[in-house]
């Protein structure tokens, strides 16, 4: 046996290759970026992984596109089953969760894009909303009674928004899954007047776009302040000065919007001011004007006219006279008036009337009343088609023609018509 048999010489594993770092493609790497807080300790992973999760998508963007169309048909059937259907299917409202955590974390650039992503999925809601107002044009008239509910501010509406927005917060920040139902409710407070006030501006009804869209924007307002202090409870704070300032100037902002916007403001007492000093009544100086009559004097030669105050044999001497012109007594004149005669609106199949710039279906919309809606009837009639019409006036002085059928009067007449003679 050798020597090399007897001690053999343990084999030296083969060194491992070294391996070059992988280059990522410019687009992952741009999606590795951090949204919030660069970092590798627990809240800022924390942080980054929220924010991930409520970066806009795809996904929101086409549910928005579908949730504007279903609202805008609900508003043209005045279903309110096909508007709560138009909730259900809302896209998950993770962006409005990223922009108050944006808010309240001071990271402007995740702010913009959460922030623009929510305007363009509002812009979608409105955009279906708007063509079927436009499509509603042609089945004029229609029952419009949703658009006009859900156009104003409902104590009801405003308890579902401010749960909503607390337990969307809480569900998204304490849980993997997905809060369908807070988002639900946040969407029916957001997206049905949003939607109320596209229809409104797409249909005609010049008292329901501008109602509607303050309606959206204040429940955006106080949502996002809603949000916000719901962070702050649950110890989310600003880690710059930064944060703080945008924290701060967010709250700032949807106060004032929130305020100004709902009517509430109005209610708060104004600083009372100092009256100015009454000014002292003007003098009035009584003026005597003398009025001297001239006194014609014959000549040899001629005949002239001499204004003189010197006395003639002949003559009596002139005095001055004080000429006080009469005073007029005023006497009052009274004109009979017309007594107003009134109704209210009652139709029975679409729940209200539109009140026409003309008689008949070519007439313009000028609104839209609703059933128990008291109106002055004028004394203008006019048939079309051999349907009766009458000229009416609202409480807003809004005048039109609406059809005799849909009017109720207080003291019913048989055969009743209105005539020119009161």
């Known amino acids: 046996m050798s020597l090399t048999d007897e001690n053999p010489t343990p084999q030296q594993p083969a060194p491992e290759p070294i391996q070059e770092p992988i280059q990522l493609p410019p687009l992952r790497r741009r999606r590795r970026r951090y949204l919030i807080a660069p970092g590798e300790d627990e809240r800022a992973v924390m942080l980054e992984n929220l924010a991930r999760r409520a970066f806009p998508s795809l996904e929101f963007f086409i549910f928005s596109l579908l949730c504007g169309a279903v609202l805008g048909a609900g508003y043209i059937l005045g279903a309110q089953s096909i508007l709560l259907l138009g909730a259900l299917i809302s896209p998950l409202m993770t962006p409005w969760v990223g922009l108050t955590l944006a808010s309240i974390t001071g990271s402007g650039r995740f702010y913009l894009q959460t922030l623009g992503g929510?305007?363009?999925?509002?812009?979608?809601?409105?955009?279906?909303?708007?063509?079927?107002?436009?499509?509603?044009?042609?089945?004029?008239?229609?029952?419009?009674?949703?658009?006009?509910i859900n156009s104003h501010f409902w104590w009801p509406n405003l308890v579902v928004l401010m749960l909503g927005a607390v337990l969307l917060v809480i569900s998204f920040v304490r849980s993997e899954e997905k809060p369908i139902l807070p988002s639900v409710m946040l969407s029916y407070a957001l997206f049905l007047p949003l939607s109320a006030a596209a229809f409104g501006l797409g249909c005609g009804l010049p008292d329901v776009w501008p109602s509607g869209l303050l309606v959206f924007l204040t429940h955006l307002a106080?949502?996002?302040?809603?949000?916000?202090?719901?962070?702050?409870?649950?110890?989310?704070?600003?880690?710059?000065?930064?944060?703080?300032?945008?924290?701060?100037?967010?709250?700032?902002?949807?106060?004032i919007v929130s305020l100004g916007l709902s009517g509430i403001g109005k209610y708060i007492p104004a600083i009372p001011r100092k009256a100015p000093l009454p000014s002292p009544p003007p003098t009035f100086t009584p003026t005597v004007a003398f009025t001297i009559t001239p006194v014609p004097q014959r000549t040899a030669t001629s005949i002239k006219t001499i204004n003189t105050i010197t006395p003639s044999p002949t003559q009596p001497?002139?005095?001055?006279?004080?000429?006080?012109?009469?005073?007029?007594?005023?006497?009052?004149?009274?004109?009979?008036?017309?007594?107003?005669?009134?109704?209210?609106?009652?139709?029975?199949?679409?729940?209200?009337?539109?009140v026409r710039s003309q008689p008949g279906p070519e007439g313009v919309v000028l609104k839209s009343l609703m059933n128990d809606y008291l109106v002055e009837v004028l004394p203008e009639v006019q048939t079309y088609n051999g349907v009766v019409w009458v000229h009416i006036r609202t409480s807003d002085g809004t005048v039109g023609w609406v059809m005799q059928m849909v009017l109720v009067f207080a003291t019913p007449i048989p055969n009743w018509q209105p005539t020119a003679t009161p």
Request: hydrophobic residues 50%.
């Open 317 to 354: 001497t002139l005095t001055p006279t004080l000429r006080i012109p009469p005073s007029v007594t005023p006497t009052r004149t009274i004109t009979p008036q017309p007594t107003p005669v009134y109704a209210r609106i009652f139709s029975v199949e679409g729940g209200g009337a539109n």
């Open 222 to 255: 106080l949502a996002t302040f809603l949000g916000i202090l719901t962070l702050t409870f649950l110890h989310f704070h600003p880690a710059s000065s930064t944060g703080y300032a945008l924290a701060i100037l967010t709250l700032l902002l949807t106060i």
């Open 118 to 148: 929510l305007i363009i999925g509002s812009a979608m809601v409105f955009t279906g909303g708007l063509l079927a107002g436009l499509a509603s044009r042609i089945w004029l008239p229609l029952p419009l009674e949703q658009a006009h």
